[in-house]
Nanobody
Framework: QVQLVESGGGLVQAGGSLRLSCAAS????????MGWFRQAPGKEREFVATISPIAGSTSYANSVKGRFTISRDKAENAIYLQMNSLKPEDTAVYYC????????????WGQGTQVPVSS
């Protein structure tokens, strides 16, 4: 079982930066794929970025590639999302999620943190 708690959201101006954090509990945190997703008002939730548990390989949505960076700190049981050059279209609730190595679906989700980007 993994519990996730996001933090770091808040109002930011276009062009600015923000760093989201996700604190995870659970002894096997290091063996989970971790990801960030977001849901904009009136839209479906979408994938943002993911990081693999062992090699730390990363993958990004095209809309954020080159601007966002996902990272993890196994010692701190945490993952992060560094967001640079933010745009108004990045406005969303951002969620941290986890899935096991054997699953293709993310079974564990945080409560979300809001990121409004003003133009």
């Amino acid at each position: 079982q993994v519990q996730l708690v996001e933090s770091g959201g808040g109002l930011v101006q276009a062009g600015g930066s923000l760093r989201l954090s996700c604190a995870a509990s659970g002894r096997t945190f290091g063996m989970y794929f971790m990801g960030w997703f977001r849901q904009a008002p009136g839209k479906e939730r979408e994938f943002v970025a993911t990081i693999s548990p062992i090699a730390g390989s990363t993958s990004y949505a095209n809309s954020v590639k080159g601007r966002f960076t996902i990272s993890r700190d196994k010692a701190e049981n945490a993952i992060y999302l560094q967001m640079n050059s933010l745009k108004p279209e990045d406005t969303a609730v951002y969620y941290c999620a986890a899935r096991t190595l054997r699953s293709t679906e993310y079974a564990y989700w945080g409560q979300g943190t809001q990121v409004p980007v003003s133009s």
